[in-house]
């Protein structure tokens, strides 16, 4: 297998605007990065606020433009294209944010929401246009009659199938999952990773998993990287890296997570 | 633990009976009775939309104008649901401390921390304003603030979120509470902070002998603090126990399907998730909120508002679990 999307020597810097005077202060937020993900599989980016995992998924996207680097998918370089040049790449590169109500328009109909990126990137009639929005909607267990009513009439669970419906629906290769369970009950939580599994094996899919979740990123991840202050400090098959983390931040993060057993205690300090 | 506890107490700090809570048609909770015990670290965990934080703010007497509150929770023998905003007031930080979510939005953010904390010190106690700074930065100091009396001249915004929240709890701490109410304290924190956080909570109720109630969605926190466990769904309390009965003999069927939808390290399964949502409840609450997602359910789940079975130690309400059929 080789690499569908590879990632390297990744550099984005945030100024605080005041550079030329030489009184702003720069913030690294993605320092060197690089990584690879197979076609197919699934590479989690782990990390705490400001780790950058955020920052370089949206790189990835194009929805933020990079200081250095390369990202390339297929082989073909990503970050030097502009305009026209970038549509297709917009198509096969979709985003899935975690806040799914934010991300839709509120006074958009759910099938207006999800055929907008089918009217951009295909020449489908209405017709086809209608037919192809049932079939998303119910591939992502929603009902049809689903398509003629508002996002706010939806649960947290069933609006975040919307925005992967969307995300679908101009048939991407890559997925980047922006915390896509994070604001989710536990409950549901469990439906969208699932729902997002089967997904993956029927269409071949993708995935850049943002998270910080490390018991998800175990069940739900091929490959995980563990970031920290830009920069990438540990990598490898999630089972593995757990059972033996080598990083002292990693160590301290796996030690962190509160176990949901009472009698396995870790170090955190118990009154019992 | 629980039992030799609760031997030295001959009485529960906090008694909750029969509460119920309704914002116009939507009942948020339904005929809600439990104990808080001296010295304890009881959990009430749920999810969005169960009722376990309009439950904190119902005892505390915080609920907006148009909730309609009824029934009974006396602290130490004075009943809290309808008492004079003056006497709410009163216990409200003095016998009770509050630790809410957003660190950022209790503390005001012109004013200096050590602002702060002198003037909930006064409001207090009649004290200097020079020794209730010094008393400040021991509380500072207390909740493991680097470099307390220089912290004490910065602004909300110059601490991190961890340092924000350490600041809430020693405010929670001046009146010295019998009873720390902390609904969803860590939950915007990364996790590394909230074990800071919790780890502190711990140690600073049990060195100043304070009960706590914490409000939170996460069972992993649960399992690793808390002595017992409430579980809230659909308004009801629908199971309590101490914390290993609770994790090893679940008896509701949702605490069973909440236990196996976590995710834990270690284990590979698949995900299993309960189907459906939870939906508000429209009227008063007369059947199993939780019927329509659950793989028991049966007729007499939605004829009527489950009772309470079990004994006084592991409580649950599942009619078809108390009558044996399950």
Not at chain 1, 38 to 46: D, I, K, Q, R
Not at chain 1, 128 to 147: H, I, K, W
Not at chain 2, 231 to 257: I, K, M, N, R
Request: glycine residues 8%; proline residues 6%; charged residues 20%.
């Amino acid at each position: 297998m080789t690499a569908l999307l590879q990632v390297e020597d990744l550099v984005k810097t945030f100024g605080s605007g005041r550079q030329l005077m030489g009184t702003g202060e720069v913030t690294t937020a993605v320092d060197h990065v690089s990584f690879s993900v197979e076609a197919g599989s699934t590479l989690g980016l782990v990390g705490e606020s400001g780790s950058g995992k955020s920052t370089t998924a949206r790189i990835v996207a194009r929805l933020l433009e990079a200081d250095s680097g390369s990202v390339r998918l297929h082989g073909q370089e990503l970050l030097t294209l502009r305009g026209r040049a970038l549509a297709p790449i917009r198509r096969q590169v979709q985003m899935v944010f975690q806040d799914p109500f934010a991300s839709l328009n509120p006074r958009w109909k759910v099938g207006t929401l999800v055929a907008e990126g089918l009217k951009i990137h295909s020449r489908m009639t209405r017709a086809q246009r209608r037919d192809r929005v049932v079939e998303l909607l119910e591939m992502c267990g929603l009902p049809a009659v689903a398509a003629e009513r508002f996002p706010h009439e939806f649960s947290g669970g069933q609006r975040q199938r919307i925005g992967i419906a969307r995300a679908l629906a101009v048939e991407p290769e890559v997925l980047i999952l922006d915390e896509p369970v994070s604001a989710l009950d536990v409950s549901i939580q469990a439906q969208i990773l699932t729902l997002l599994t089967h997904l993956q094996q029927d269409l071949h899919l993708t995935y850049l998993f943002i998270a910080h979740d490390l018991a998800i990123v175990e069940r739900f991840c091929d490959q995980v990287a563990v970031m920290r202050g830009g920069q990438i400090v540990e990598e490898g098959v999630p089972r593995e890296l757990y059972a033996n983390p080598q990083h002292e931040y990693t160590k301290t993060l796996l030690s962190a997570i509160p176990i949901p057993d009472p009698r396995r205690s870790g170090t955190t300090y118990q009154r019992r | 633990m629980k039992s030799t506890r609760r031997d030295e107490a001959s009485e529960p700090l906090l008694r909750v009976r029969d509460l119920n809570v309704r914002f116009g048609p939507v009942s948020a909770v339904t005929q809600l009775s439990f104990d808080a015990w001296p010295k304890e670290f009881l959990g009430v965990v749920g999810e969005s939309g169960s009722g376990k934080s309009v439950t904190a703010k119902a005892i505390l007497g915080l609920l907006p104008e148009n909730a309609q509150v009824s029934g009974s929770a006396t602290f130490r023998g004075q009943e809290l649901i309808g008492a004079p905003a003056e006497v709410l007031r009163r216990i409200r930080g003095k016998q009770i401390g509050l630790v809410f979510q957003d660190a950022l939005a209790a503390l005001d953010p012109v004013y200096t921390i050590g602002d702060q904390l002198v003037e909930a010190l006064q409001a207090h106690t009649e004290i200097s304003t020079k020794e209730a700074r010094t008393k400040a930065a021991d509380l500072l100091a207390e909740v493991g603030i680097p470099s307390p009396s220089k912290r004490l001249d910065d602004y909300p915004h110059q601490l991190s979120g961890g340092q924000r929240q350490r600041v809430i709890i020693a405010t929670a701490l001046i009146a010295e509470p019998d009873l720390i109410i902390a609904d969803e304290p860590t939950t915007a924190l990364d996790v590394t902070v909230q074990k800071q956080v919790l780890d502190l909570l711990a140690e600073v109720s049990e060195r100043r002998g304070a009960s706590v109630i914490l409000v939170t969605h996460d069972m992993g926190v649960v399992a690793q603090h808390c002595d017992r466990v409430a579980t809230f769904y659909g308004g009801l309390l629908v199971e309590s126990a101490d914390v290993y009965s609770l994790f090893e003999t679940p008896q509701h069927p949702y605490t069973e399907a909440l236990l196996r939808s976590v995710p834990k390290l270690g284990e590979t399964t698949p995900f299993e998730a309960i189907p459906g949502s939870p939906v508000q409840i429209q009227g008063a609450l007369d059947r199993c909120p939780f019927a329509p997602r659950c793989k028991h359910a049966a007729p007499v789940c939605t004829q009527e508002l489950p009772a309470e079975y079990g004994t006084a130690e592991h409580r649950h309400r599942c009619v078809r679990v108390g009558q044996g059929e399950i």
